[in-house]
């Protein structure tokens, strides 16, 4: 918070008026200067505050946030804050301060607990929950300084969703940034990213489709981040709005044509959905050049060889090289249960159904509208092709019960 000559003016004039013996009146006022971006302001608003014992402790967060969280170090202020601090308040008061503010400073640093966040030993998360509940004082210190705060708890949601998995607890601290800065595009992908993948992808919070194409777009500043385009195109494409799907992956490879994700992912829309073979090869075709061993654009061009032009042949060579590279590559085997199938070669069209659907254990994948059309497919094959009732019944329930845990929903095209 940058303070002018005459704001910094009325802040001093309402200091010297009110007396330090009214020291609640000036709390606010010497906030403005502790957290704004003038050093000198700042050592003003602490040697205010250490003329009275009561400012400190009404302070303490303030004082906190100022002593720990600072981007460099600086003996005037960080030192000062840390001593005010100390000659305050008790020993295990001041820990217990530190402790709500240490994972934000963990947020920001790259180093790990070696035993792992999800280890109960790993104090962490202790200081999570101490930080969570000392939230109600904290929150209205944090509004002076929303940017570097939401910044900080970006990172921190980043850090609970890789390290600890826990996208729920990860998505509330997205909420948090958000909430300090509305415009924070990192905090917007991630909470973006964390939606998609475990609400729209299930079906779930349709209706916030277009915001989240807002910040997943708000978060582009280049081909760097060319995810942006990818993710808004297979957003799109989740809520069955091919045409616009399209139009995001047309965009995202003018800014970015040789992205082989792009690539991919545009072929399988326009083999899939538009039927389009020939610009379909011709995109595989060009990822593969750049990728020759990309797993995904060999299965691609594979379904296009084998479904846009019956190059059987063709098509067995692309799915068993990509085998070769990775023998546990779910897709890869449902293609092939399709090849097999055409060739009439049912028993081996049923070993690919069956490790394309699943291991043994659990299915292949958690993506539901790939896992409806894998048991559609192993369903019709027992049905139609392998003269098995019972065990085209037996998944028959599985895809009821599927597709009974998915709500319809509809979304108006853009």
Not at 151 to 160: D, E, F, S, V
Not at 291 to 305: G, K, Q, R, V, Y
Request: charged share 25%; with cysteine.
């Amino acid at each position: 918070m940058l303070l002018n000559i005459i704001t910094l003016s009325l802040i001093i004039i309402s200091l010297n008026l009110n007396g330090m013996p009214d020291y609640s009146q000036n709390i606010d006022a010497l906030n403005q200067l502790l957290f704004s971006e003038e050093e000198n302001h700042q050592i003003l608003a602490l040697n205010w505050i250490e003329q009275d014992k009561r400012l400190i402790k009404a302070m303490q967060y303030s004082l906190c946030l100022r002593a720990y969280l600072g981007e460099s170090y600086r003996e005037a202020i960080e030192d000062k804050a840390h001593q005010l601090l100390t000659h305050t308040l008790s020993k295990n008061a001041l820990v217990q301060l530190q402790d709500c503010i240490i994972i934000l400073d963990y947020a920001r640093y790259k180093f790990k607990v070696p035993e792992g966040w999800c280890s109960y030993q790993n104090p962490l998360r202790n200081y999570l929950k101490r930080h969570e509940q000392a939230l109600p004082e904290l929150q209205p210190v944090f509004n002076y300084i929303p940017k570097t705060i939401s910044k900080l708890y970006t990172l921190l949601a980043g850090r609970i969703q890789q390290e600890w998995e826990h996208y729920k607890k990860a998505l509330q601290y997205y909420k948090k940034a958000l909430a300090l800065h509305p415009s924070n595009s990192q905090a917007q992908f991630g909470y973006a990213m964390i939606i998609h993948t475990h609400y729209i992808k299930k079906g779930l919070r349709w209706e916030e489709t277009e915001q989240l194409l807002n910040y997943y777009m708000n978060a582009y500043k280049g081909p760097k981040n060319i995810n942006s385009y990818r993710n808004a195109a297979m957003l799109c494409q989740d809520v069955a709005d091919i045409d616009r799907s399209a139009a995001y992956f047309k965009a995202g490879l003018r800014a970015c044509p040789n992205d082989t994700s792009l690539l991919n992912n545009y072929a399988n829309l326009l083999m899939k959905h538009q039927k389009n073979f020939d610009k379909a090869r011709i995109l595989a075709a060009k990822g593969l050049k750049i990728a020759p061993l990309d797993c995904s654009l060999l299965d691609t061009m594979a379904h296009i060889e084998m479904n846009g032009f019956g190059a059987i042949e063709r098509a067995k060579i692309l799915f068993e090289k990509a085998l070769k590279i990775d023998k546990d590559l779910h897709y890869v085997h449902t293609g092939l249960g399709d090849l097999y199938l055409r060739c009439h070669q049912v028993e081996q069209a049923k070993k690919h159904y069956q490790k394309g659907l699943h291991n043994g254990l659990q299915y292949c994948t958690r993506e539901i509208p790939e896992l409806i059309e894998k048991l559609e497919k192993i369903i019709h094959f027992y049905r139609h092709s392998y003269g098995d009732n019972s065990s085209a019944e037996w998944y028959e329930q599985k895809l009821q019960r599927l597709r009974k845990s998915r709500p319809n929903n509809t979304i108006k095209k853009g």
